[in-house]
Structures are given as C-alpha cells and as structure tokens.
C-alpha cells in the first residue's frame, strides 16, 4: 500500500498543526466502501528508550477473523512528544508497515482517533486521507469530548459530544468493561464505524485487529 497523498514529517508542532487543519477538510464522513474481504489492525510501540517506533500491522480474513498476514516496521522517532501531534511520531512507522503487504486490506482499524481530535483528524483519518482507503478510530481511551456512561450491555453505545458536534460514539465491546471510542477515519459514517468495530470484536473488549496488532507492536524484539 502506497499513499496517493505525500507530505513532509520534519515539522514544528505549528507546522504540523496547521498541516492537520488543511487535511482535515479531504476527509470522507459518509459511506465509501469496497467489499470487505480483508480487515487490519494498526498499532505502535516504542523500542530503545522511544529512540525507534515500531509500527505493526496484522491483515485479518473478514469476516472469520483469521489472522492472515502481519508486517512489523522500525523507524527513527524524530518528532517530539506532543499531544494532538502523535500522528508525525507514529505514522512514518506505520505507512513503512503497510507498504511491505502483500495482502491490502479493504479497511483499516485503528488503535487511534479519527475525527475524535481537537482539530478533528487524529491518526486514523490522515491514514485514510494518505491512503484514500476506508479507516476507523478504535481507541482506549479519549483524548477530547465528554459523554454519558453507555448501557452496560455488549452493543450499547453513547455520543461523544465535543460542543454541539457528535464526534465520536463510546461502545461498550462487552458487558463490564471499559468502552471503546469508535470515530470516522475516512470514507466510512459512524454508525458504519460501530457496526464494524462490533463485527470485529469475539469475547475480548478490543477488536481482533487491535488485539494482534498490539501483540506485534509491544512484544520483544526477537519475537516479531
């Protein structure tokens, strides 16, 4: 996989920030979706101190969820920590992952935001603009926005609300565990981005797709 979008990543934080806001607006919030034969899961680690980041991908059968390919890239780390801006720690890694499939998959989730960001285009959806492929944010945890506690029942769902806008939804993956914040990346709707995030789940809170790609991300060195 190849972006049909490029840009420079040796950025200030203002730079990069102002680059967030002009890609922003080539974001797809409605349904633009192949058949979905392939799914994949992306994450990120650190190794040598966070002096590399290590960007791993696993391409799942869709929809049996069998792992069918996995692809694991190291990059320098050269830009600094800063909240909002992770996409231009990460995503070097991330595209050098993809680009080594041999399977591309039709959609991508991602352990990440998409729309649910401060300038609204976290690491999922300037995947899915670099990429032009249909993304997800699946991420842990919330980086902005409040919102009621969902039901707690597996399917269950509440608005992430960020002033008057819905920016996300917080899904409840499995009764008595924390939910997951599900937001647009690219080419796919909210309501779309649940039902495929709950397709991809079995008996685990996270997605398949993210359970095999943070074991590829986080485990040692020797074992990738």
């Known amino acids: 996989m190849q972006p049909v979008i490029e840009h420079p990543w040796q950025l200030t934080p203002a730079e990069a920030a ?15 979706l192949p058949a ?21 991908v696993a391409v799942l059968a869709y929809p049996s969820l069998q792992r069918v390919e ?5 990059c320098p780390t050269t830009f600094p920590y800063v909240p909002g801006l992770l996409v231009f720690r990460e995503l070097p890694a991330v ?3 993809l680009a080594s499939l041999k399977i591309a998959p039709d959609l991508i989730l991602c352990d990440a935001q ?18 032009d492929v249909p993304t997800i944010g699946a991420a842990k945890t919330r980086l ?9 029942v597996k399917g269950a769902w509440t608005p ?47 997605p398949e797709t993210t359970r095999h790609a943070h074991h590829l991300a986080s485990a040692k060195k020797d074992d990738a």
């Not at 607006?25 to 409605?30: D, S």
């Open 18 to 32: 102002a680059l967030q806001n002009e890609l922003r607006e080539r974001v797809e919030r409605n349904d633009r």
């Open 36 to 56: 979905i034969r392939h799914v994949a899961g992306v994450d990120v680690g650190y190794e040598a101190g966070g002096r590399v980041t290590r960007a791993a």
């Open 70 to 74: 996995t692809s694991v890239a190291r």
């Open 95 to 97: 595209l050098a992952a």
């Open 114 to 131: 998409g729309i649910a960001h401060p300038r609204r285009f976290g690491l999922a959806s300037h995947l899915g603009v670099l990429l």
């Open 144 to 152: 902005t926005g409040h919102h009621d506690e969902p039901p707690n």
């Open 160 to 206: 992430l609300i960020y002033g008057a806008e819905t920016i996300g939804a917080v899904v409840r993956t499995r009764a008595g565990v924390k939910p997951v914040y599900v937001s647009i990346g690219h080419r796919v709707c909210l309501n779309t981005a649940i039902e495929l995030t709950l397709a991809c789940v079995t008996r685990y809170r996270l």
